[in-house]
Every structure is written in C-alpha cells, then in structure tokens.
C-alpha cells in the first residue's frame, strides 16, 4: 500500500518548524524523521499538543500518518504558541529567524492573539477525523476577553496606586479649588459689571498741544461772582478734580495755592481756571492750601504741606505752584512739567507785562514730582513775603537745572490788585537766609516740614487743606 501524507498539500511547511520558505530541509517523501530522545526531553509540551498524532507517527514508518507542521505565522516572528512546539535543533536557528525590532515582533503577537488563525482551526478539524485529541483550542472571542481582562487588571493597578496617593493631598486640592472658583466667580461677577455698562474703547492719549485752546481772552471779575455760579459753570469737575472725556490727558497736574484772607481772590481765580485746565485737556486737581492762626504767613511751607498732602491721594507727575491773585490770560500757557523747571509768569498787566527782573521765578511755577523733591522743595523759614522764590531758584541752579519760560505775549497774567494783608510784612531777613541757602538746603525744606494738619476737606471745586504751624518768626 502506499500512503501519501497528508501534508504532502502543503510543500511549503515541508522544512520543518521554524524553518525559512525555500530552506533546505530533510526530504519527506515516503519516510519521516522520528523524534528522538533529546528532541523529548527538549520539546515535552510536543506530545502533550499532539498526543494521538504523535502515537501514530512513532509506529508508522512509512509516515503515513505524520503529523501535520504547525502553521506559521504571517510575520516572521512565530506566534506564542508555536515557539514551545520547537525542537531544539530549530531553536538553535531562531535567532537567525527573528528581526533586530522587538516593537515588530510584539505587534505581531498582539494582532495574532487578536486574529483568529484559520489554519489551526482545519488543523483541528482533521485532527478529529482521524481520531486524535486535538489540542486545546481558544476561540477567538475567548482570546478577546481575556486580553481585555488583562488591560483592565494593568489600568485598575495603575489607577489605584494614584488615587492611594492622591487621597493624602485631597484637602489641599478642595482649598485650592474653592480659591480658584472664588477667584473665578469674582472675575465673573467682574465681567458682568463691565459689560452691564457701555462698554467705552481705550482712549488715546491727548495731543501735546491741545486743539481746545483760544490763545489770549479778555478777563472780566463780575463783583458779585459766587462759587455756586461757578460751579454751574463747570459740571464735569468734582471734589476739585478733573480728566478729559475724549482722550487720555499726557500727565496728572495738581495746582497748589497757598491762601489766608483771599476769598474773593480765589473766586476769580477759580472762574478762569478751572476752564483754562480743561482747554489744555489735563488730568487735574486743584488744592487750597489754607493757613490758621494770626501769625506769619509763610507761603513757601504751605506749598511744601500741599505737595506731601496731595500725593497721598494722587501720583501726581506735575506740580504748579500758583499765587491767588495771578490769572492767566493765555491758554497756550502750557500748565504742564517738562525736562527743566518752568516759570509761567513772563509779564503781568502791573508791570505792564515785562519780567520784573531777569531771575525772578515767582508767582507761578511749575516743576515735576521729581524735580521738586530732589532740590528738597521750598526752604520752610522764610516768615512774611518775600526770598522764598529766589530761594528755590538757586536750589535749581544748584543742581544745574535751566528755568525754562513761554514766550512774552504767552506767558500773560493779570494781577488782581490788594493791599498788603496784615501777617505778610515784607520778610527783611531774606537776604541773609538766600546766603545760607547752598549749607542748609538739604535740612531746610520737604524733609524737615513739621505741621499739624487740622482738616481736608473736598468742596466741589477745589480741596482745601487746613494747617497750623507750631512756630513762626
């Protein structure tokens, strides 16, 4: 009889297990290889697979009944279940078989493991035609679930070993949420306000010469002028405060005015003010510095109260030092700082608008928050009128600083007539203290101010400031 083996169909699997396509192998027509003791011992899960097939082998030697080879993978690397069923001659050729790649080999074996192996299932079917045991088959379904237990036992481990440790910080995490939402709500609460309102886009700033300004007016005091017309006049300013609307102003002014017994003086000067500023579109507020008691006037320490009482409720970049009884009758008459310390008054109408002499730097003033506190502000000893503004310009030449001025028919000024005030008698000292100026200006002036303030108060217009001085001359 002569038998044909049923694997004779599949020329390819002929080399052997684990051998190439196109491999030299040992010829199996009409005879088979039998398994030999050290190929037991190497391989014992062999038999335990295949347990009748390999009977029938071992009394056949015609190799009619040869088992069939174990399919192959698609891929170069063979499935899990295939390296066991090796001999130990094959497993010596392995290495040569596999790829340097294990990201390759594994990817492989995960989509076998995934695949259902149609040649092991007809495998498995001739197998129970002829009477063997075939070995254990997992279904693919079977394969699935399992591999997705498996993931789920990694991620469950994973998990819990994170959430263990982060139990521990859970009440900080609670505090920080509780803040964020706080901070969140309140943002919100925020926005809601902003956007109940009109919503106005960011101005942008004012020009360096305003296009409000009318040059030179004709001033007119009406005797009978009160604050309350004033006032009226002048709707858009509060608590002797104001900022332009249509643009953003280019620096924050305060205008200090020393001041005892000018109430009418003031009216005036407030009615002409007040709109000159906003012509020029500043940023500005207007301080009264008032002076209590029947002693001495001294104007240069009220100014020295007005500029540290003024930058507590402001940071303000210019300060202007103005006389009561000086109005300005041109509006191109910039009130504002530059790089060098301004003088404003170039002419009044009493001197038939001519500087008075060539250093006067008197009646109006302007310098920066810088400017005035690095020459230490006005000295605090000049009781009564007069030294106290060439005082403050040799501080500004000392510290090699230009006085700057407008031009003649710009920096224009009308001159309210008065009398002397009884308490401001001519200072006659003053020569002297101008001569000891450049020895004491760093202990005579903002750093050794002593006053006692009596009250703030903000009235529409302007705010006034009331002091007492403890000493006078």
């Known amino acids: 009889m002569v038998c044909t083996p049923f694997n004779s169909q599949a020329p390819a699997a002929r080399g052997g297990i684990g051998r190439r396509e196109g491999a030299p192998g040992p010829e199996r027509t009409g005879q088979t290889r039998p398994l030999d003791g050290a190929a037991r011992e190497a391989e014992p899960g062999l038999q335990s697979r295949l347990p009748a097939a390999q009977a ?7 190799g009619c009944f040869s088992p069939p080879p174990l399919p192959r993978a698609a891929s170069r690397w063979p499935r899990p279940g295939d390296l066991w069923a090796r001999t130990a001659e094959q497993w010596q050729t392995l290495p040569h078989e596999l790829p340097s790649d294990p990201w ?23 197998l129970r035609d002829m009477g063997c045991n075939p070995p ?28 263990v440790g982060a139990i521990q910080v859970i ?37 360096s010469v305003s296009p409000n300004l009318r040059g030179q007016s004709k001033l007119v005091f009406k005797p009978d002028l009160t ?15 104001y900022h332009p609307e249509e643009c953003k102003a280019l620096q924050r002014v305060a205008i200090l005015i020393p001041h005892r017994n000018r109430e009418k003086h003031l009216i005036y000067l407030l009615e002409h003010l007040h709109p000159f500023l906003q012509r020029q579109q500043l940023d500005y507020g207007i301080y009264i510095i008032h002076q209590t008691g029947s002693k001495k006037f001294n104007r240069a320490k009220l100014l020295n109260v007005g500029y540290l009482e003024a930058l507590k409720e402001e940071n303000w970049d210019c300060f202007v030092f103005h006389d009561v009884d000086l109005v ?33 730097f008197g009646g109006v003033t302007a310098l920066s928050r810088e400017q005035f506190l690095k020459v230490n502000g006005f000295s605090n000893n000049y009781w009564g ?45 003053r020569m002297k203290l101008l001569q000891q100026m450049s020895r004491v200006w760093k202990t005579d002036g903002l750093s ?22 403890w000493t006078a001359a």
């Open 56 to 62: 029938v082998h071992e009394g056949d030697p015609r």
């Open 104 to 126: 390759s080999y594994w990817k492989s074996t995960i989509w076998n493991l995934l695949t259902p192996a149609e040649t092991e299932i007809q495998i498995t079917h001739k």
């Open 136 to 163: 254990y088959h997992l279904s693919y379904r079977l394969r699935l679930l399992l591999l997705f237990t498996l993931c789920l036992t990694v991620v469950g481990w994973a998990t819990s070993n994170y959430f």
């Open 171 to 207: 009440p900080k995490a609670k505090d920080f949420m509780a803040s964020f939402h706080k901070v969140i709500h309140l943002g919100n609460e925020e926005t809601l306000g902003h956007d109940g309102a009109t919503k106005k886009p960011e101005l942008a700033n004012c020009p």
């Open 227 to 241: 604050l309350e017309e004033i006032e009226a006049e002048n709707p858009k300013v509060s608590r002797g405060r």
């Open 328 to 360: 300005p009758e041109n509006d191109f008459n910039l009130y504002t700082c530059g790089d060098q310390p301004k003088h404003l008054v170039v002419g009044r109408n009493s001197t038939g608008y001519r500087l008075r002499y060539s250093k006067y």
């Open 385 to 429: 009128w007069g030294g106290e503004d060439d005082d403050l310009r040799l501080r500004v030449e000392l510290h090699k600083m230009k006085i700057s001025r407008p031009k003649p028919d710009v920096g224009k000024y009308t001159m309210i007539f008065h009398t002397r005030d009884k308490g401001n008698e001519v200072n006659m000292g």
């Open 448 to 469: 050794s101010c002593s006053y006692r303030l009596l009250s703030v108060e903000h009235n529409p217009l302007y705010a006034n400031i009331t002091v007492d001085f």
